[in-house]
């Protein structure tokens, strides 16, 4: 049996998308894939705005994920919470699907008591120990110059915690916009990464080319699928393909909940 894999974006961004098309349409394509986009957006001074914030929660809406507003001094924690929220709400939606398969019309309010507890244990524990990849893409325009040193502790801290799941966990770091093109990978897809020096200092620009960034960081998804694919490993799909995708007798809920 291949082992499932939650693939995820994490938006980091101080800032609006200013060049390069619209980047909700680039989410849209990201969750098409199976991919989930989830966004932090980055409280400093002025540099958010209004518009800042209605389009980072358009990209995280479109993407399937979360989106979150943070102080630079809780940036670290949020990455943490963001990633872990992404998770279990991509696995409720597998919950979901299959519910429909092995219910029919019913849903969680029509299992016993006791179904649902172990539905619940299920969930977290598969959050637990799924296989989880995430790309951290970090906007470096100059607005962020401010908060390197921020972001880079925040890396950090995320690949050590990571380093205490029961699952396997990989990462890859790129910024954007890229010296010569729109994304510098700064990190490629490891396993423990809190030890990379992260050239995070960019020279100083006002573009923020988001929709270019993303449609780069799917194109290093799907060269590592190819790989993968031929390892053993199948990213999960998204969730209106689930249950097509799942034996007919139930998959996830019937070993462990039924």
Request: hydrophobic share 45%; with cysteine.
């Amino acid at each position: 049996m291949r082992e499932m894999v939650l693939e995820q974006i994490l938006l980091v961004t101080d800032g609006c998308s200013n060049v390069g098309g619209d980047p909700v349409e680039a989410a849209a394509e990201a969750r098409q894939q199976g991919i989930v986009v989830n966004v932090i957006g980055i409280l400093h001074g002025q540099a958010l705005g209004e518009q800042g914030r209605r389009e980072a929660e358009r990209i995280a809406a479109a993407g399937g994920g979360v989106c979150q507003f943070v102080q630079p001094e809780r940036l670290s924690h949020t990455v943490q919470a963001v990633t872990r929220q992404a998770m279990t709400r991509t696995l409720h939606a597998v919950v979901r699907e299959e519910l429909q398969t092995l219910l029919a019309e019913g849903s969680v309010a029509d299992l016993a008591p006791e179904q649902r507890a172990r539905l619940a244990a299920s969930v977290e524990t598969w959050a637990e120990a799924s296989h989880l990849r995430v790309f951290l893409l970090l906007d470096t325009s100059a607005s962020m110059a401010p908060l390197v040193s921020t972001v880079r502790r925040a890396v950090r801290d995320f690949f050590l915690s990571l380093a205490a799941r029961s699952g396997p966990s990989e990462v890859a770091v790129g910024a954007f916009p890229g010296v010569e093109g729109a994304l510098d990978l700064l990190v490629d897809w490891t396993t423990d990464g809190s030890a990379a020096r992260l050239a995070l200092e960019r020279p100083p620009t006002g573009l923020t080319p988001t929709a270019p960034a993303l449609r780069a960081t799917l194109a290093h998804f799907r060269s590592w699928r190819i790989l993968g694919e031929a390892g053993g490993f199948v990213a999960l799909p998204p969730a209106s393909k689930v249950s097509a995708d799942r034996p007919p007798n139930g998959g996830l809920l019937r070993d462990y909940v039924f």
